[in-house]
């Protein structure tokens, strides 16, 4: 596909939607908050799939969740999330949807510092109890990355709003005390991040998933002369990345039951500071990932 092709329908993507269904006609205000006793306690985390740059900064402003405090959120799937995400002023008498903000430090995270199983704790808050269906983050205009030792502005492509909006089905959180409840999410750096007439443009790509619930793969590379590696964890359904550490050490988390495949490419720079492959690219076949299993792939030795 060529860029242009693909920056315009990633674009078209992050735009709202103008209208909602029907069953999402009786909706609450943001004003409604919950009392104390029926509050829930939720953790939220952030980690990275990294790309192939020096820094990725994000300049996050906020954190909201939209809570369905309904009976049943099943009557709501057919909602528009999209357009409740835009937060639309709501009816007055509405009782089921909550807005609650989370108790976020606003400023630039570096993305790429949260690879390998490094989490950031976003926020841990008190709000309105029920089934989360969107988390919303609200960003600055400050992002930017550094690629080569160069700063580059990160851009929001024109006619796409200045938020991310993560959809839930409402049972991802994990409970792992007394009305206590968290969740993670995987920020996918290499699909998140655009090309495109001479800039770089944020389509955000975020995916919500429980350590405890998903599988691992971890191992090392080697020689440290061939770093930077880029590590791609592939199956028929699913692709995750990894940047090893100064040690060659990778790890790629939330991966989905199935069979996988490693691959370890390498590029390294010459004098010139050209990039030159002077390794030779190395797979490895046959990766069961089965019932949140962490597996060892063991320590790769590339060669010329």
């Known amino acids: 596909m060529k860029s242009k092709q693909l920056f315009f329908s990633v674009a078209a993507m992050a735009v709202t939607a103008s209208v909602l269904f029907v069953a999402c006609s009786k909706s609450t205000s943001a004003?409604?908050?919950?009392?104390?006793?029926?509050?829930?306690?939720?953790?939220?985390?952030?980690?990275?799939?990294?790309?192939?740059?020096?820094?990725?900064?994000?300049?996050?402003?906020?954190?909201?969740?939209?809570?369905?405090?309904?009976?049943?959120?099943?009557?709501?799937?057919?909602?528009?999330?999209d357009t409740l995400g835009n937060k639309p002023p709501l009816p007055k008498d509405s009782t089921?949807?909550?807005?609650?903000n989370l108790n976020v430090t606003a400023g630039l995270y570096d993305l790429l510092q949260l690879r390998n199983g490094?989490?950031?704790?976003?926020?841990?808050?008190?709000?309105?109890?029920?089934?989360i269906r969107l988390i919303r983050i609200n960003l600055g205009t400050?992002?930017?990355?550094?690629?080569?030792?160069?700063?580059?502005?990160?851009n929001i492509p024109t006619n796409a709003p200045s938020y991310i909006i993560v959809k839930l089905g409402g049972g991802e959180w994990e409970a792992f005390g007394s009305n206590r409840y968290r969740l993670w999410l995987d920020f996918d750096v290499a699909r998140s991040i655009i090309f495109y007439n001479n800039a770089y443009y944020l389509a955000p790509f975020l995916r919500p998933f429980l350590p405890s619930q998903t599988g691992a793969v971890y191992g090392s590379v080697?020689?440290?002369?061939?770093?930077?590696?880029?590590?791609?964890v592939f199956s028929s359904t699913d692709t995750s990345m990894a940047l090893p550490n100064r040690d060659g050490v990778f790890l790629v988390r939330g991966l989905k039951d199935g069979t996988y495949s490693v691959w370890?490419?390498?590029?390294?720079?010459?004098?010139?500071?050209?990039?030159i492959q002077a390794y030779k690219d190395t797979t490895i076949?046959?990766?069961?990932?089965?019932?949140?299993?962490?597996?060892?792939?063991?320590?790769?030795?590339?060669?010329?």
């Open 31 to 81: 004003d409604a908050v919950a009392p104390t006793a029926t509050q829930q306690s939720v953790s939220l985390y952030m980690t990275d799939g990294p790309g192939i740059f020096n820094n990725v900064y994000l300049d996050i402003k906020s954190v909201e969740v939209l809570v369905d405090t309904s009976k049943n959120t099943r009557d709501h799937d057919r909602c528009n999330w």
């Open 96 to 100: 089921f949807f909550v807005w609650s």
């Open 118 to 131: 490094v989490d950031t704790l976003l926020s841990t808050a008190n709000i309105a109890k029920g089934a």
């Open 142 to 154: 400050a992002s930017y990355i550094i690629k080569d030792s160069v700063k580059y502005t990160l």
């Open 222 to 232: 080697a020689p440290k002369d061939a770093f930077p590696e880029l590590i791609k």
């Open 264 to 275: 370890v490419h390498s590029l390294r720079a010459d004098s010139a500071g050209v990039a």
């Open 285 to 304: 076949s046959n990766v069961v990932v089965k019932n949140a299993n962490t597996v060892f792939v063991g320590n790769i030795t590339l060669h010329k």
